[in-house]
């Protein structure tokens, strides 16, 4: 047929005159009353009504793979879960400890003698767990979203708009401000250097993981600086070791043939060994080990009056158990600005790093390699240096912990020794780096033994000559006068003297300013 004037079909305006079928026409019409072809299958995917198959969750599961994303869910619940345990224990220490340990009801509630830190300290610490905390809670909440239905980016109604209005949204969305366009290249140049596509990016990830290494391997110094069981120090420098040699493989690897979500997984697995595992690990050696004599401490209770030396819980616990335990809970706190940074840095940049999972896992664009070549020498030469580096681990490991034991080995008075590298000489007593001095009877055999005690005087003075000592802890020992060596050790905390003779402390004892117990 022939229509006059002018007509609308198809999306164009057709001149008068023009001869239209009437199935053109009807081509037109259904065209201008559905969507655009190219869009068909998608607009009816999600318009799909609630009652079809797919649910929810399905329609979650085409944008987002189920199994990372609950895996990255339970780690994001056992780092919040840890980082609200270390609030609490930073907040009320020996209350959580107590709790843990199930000894609230002894000495009132002050059996493992921890001192609060410094106001600065404490809030210091407070304010870093908190931050964490809340980092976390992000993380979960961010995979929760994940799982919700995808949405349209643009409404129904937006597919019938006409060609010019559509033109002029993207123009307008072309011109951007400048100040955007640079954070859209920063944005991009930071995908690229964290994806590797780019030789800077290789560059980049070689230098994170030697920062990973040097981190783990001060965690690993302050371990064996506080004496921690030879166990747990194997364990973590076990860890540490497995984390060089995996990165090891994978920078030696060439950068298109490697997976960034690989390569962050491992990154992140060995994160949260040292940050979570192995914190829970030596909480779990803790309280696996502890035991005491509950019935001693009740018929001392009901035959001996309040505030005698019988009642006293700590008194009767092992204490050279006590001692080590006390030492590894206190490592979990943050008293120290150093203490800080090692347990808020290092949950933080796990937690850092799990939301770079999520990212990884909701844009998987991020996973695509821009092939390129790396030097097969630079790439090997990176491999070589973290073997290298894990040989160090090993050697420094064994030799701290095998020069420390010969040093220490005449002294069977110290409970605890930090495990240090220590060049022996030949029949010296004053090299054992010893941290804890424990040593006594609490209830004498004999007369004799009552009253001509064993006298330890050139004992506490031949352990304080390295300035380690930290306690003190004897029991019907002889210790009139407390040696001169024993200024040497700065960072004195606890001393326990019980029926050793001494009358009265000397004026330099005044000097021990970071004493928590006498």
Not at 243 to 258: C, G, N
Not at 293 to 309: H, M, Q, R, T, V
Not at 412 to 428: F, H, I, M
Request: hydrophobic share 45%; net charge positive; glycine share 4%.
């Amino acid at each position: 047929m022939t229509m006059p004037g002018k007509v609308f079909v198809g999306g164009k305006v057709q001149p008068l005159g023009r001869s239209i079928d009437s199935k053109q026409l009807r081509l037109a019409t259904s065209t201008q009353a559905s969507p655009r072809h190219d869009e068909n299958n998608s607009f009816r995917r999600r318009s799909r009504p609630s009652s079809s198959s797919l649910s929810s969750f399905t329609l979650a599961l085409q944008h987002v793979r189920p199994a990372p994303r609950v895996l990255v869910f339970v780690v994001g619940t056992t780092c919040l879960l840890w980082t609200l345990l270390l609030l609490q224990l930073t907040i009320a220490p020996n209350y959580t400890v107590n709790w843990v340990m199930k000894t609230e009801s002894f000495d009132g509630g002050s059996f493992w003698l921890l001192v609060d830190p410094s106001p600065t300290v404490l809030a210091l610490g407070i304010l870093g767990l908190w931050i964490v905390a809340v980092g976390f809670l992000s993380l979960l909440m961010r995979i929760v979203k994940l799982g919700e239905p995808i949405k349209t980016k643009e409404s129904d109604g937006d597919n019938f708009l006409r060609p010019e209005i559509r033109i002029f949204r993207k123009s307008s969305a072309h011109d951007e401000s400048i100040w955007r366009r640079r954070a859209a290249s920063t944005v991009q140049l930071a995908k690229e250097i964290a994806d590797g596509g780019s030789l800077l990016g290789y560059f980049a990830k070689v230098c994170i993981k030697l920062g990973d290494f040097l981190a783990d391997f001060a965690l690993l110094y302050l371990n064996l600086e506080a004496g921690s069981p030879v166990a747990l120090v194997l364990v973590f420098s076990a860890i540490t070791v497995s984390s060089a040699l995996s990165s090891a493989v994978l920078v030696s690897l060439p950068p298109e043939k490697t997976s960034l979500l690989i390569d962050t997984l491992l990154d992140t697995l060995f994160d949260f060994l040292i940050a979570i595992a192995y914190p829970w690990l030596a909480l779990t050696y803790c309280f696996s080990t502890f035991s005491f004599e509950y019935k001693l401490l009740e018929i001392n209770l009901d035959i001996y009056p309040a505030g005698w030396f019988e009642t006293v819980a700590s008194v009767i616990a092992d204490p050279v158990k006590t001692s080590i335990i006390r030492r590894i809970l206190k490592s979990l706190r943050i008293v120290s600005v150093l203490d800080f940074f090692a347990r808020v840095g290092v949950n933080l940049f796990l937690c850092v790093r799990l939301h770079y999972i999520v990212s990884l896992l909701h844009d998987p664009s991020w996973r695509k390699k821009h092939p390129f070549k790396v030097n097969a020498k630079h790439r090997y030469f990176a491999g070589a240096l973290f073997v290298c580096l894990a040989a160090v681990v090993v050697v420094f490991v064994e030799e701290s912990i095998r020069t420390s034991t010969l040093a220490c080995k005449p002294h069977s008075e110290c409970a605890v020794n930090a495990w240090r590298w220590t060049y022996l000489q030949s029949d010296s007593l004053t090299q054992c780096p010893c941290l804890t001095l424990i040593d006594g009877v609490k209830t004498p055999k004999t007369y004799a033994a009552w009253i001509l005690p064993k006298d330890l005087t050139a004992k506490v003075a031949q352990l304080a000559a390295t300035g380690d000592l930290q306690t003190i802890q004897l029991t019907n020992r002889f210790l009139p006068v407390l040696p001169s060596e024993l200024r040497r050790c700065k960072q004195l905390k606890h001393v326990s003297l019980i029926y050793t003779h001494m009358m009265e402390l000397p004026d330099w004892f005044k000097e021990f300013t970071k004493l928590e117990y006498l």
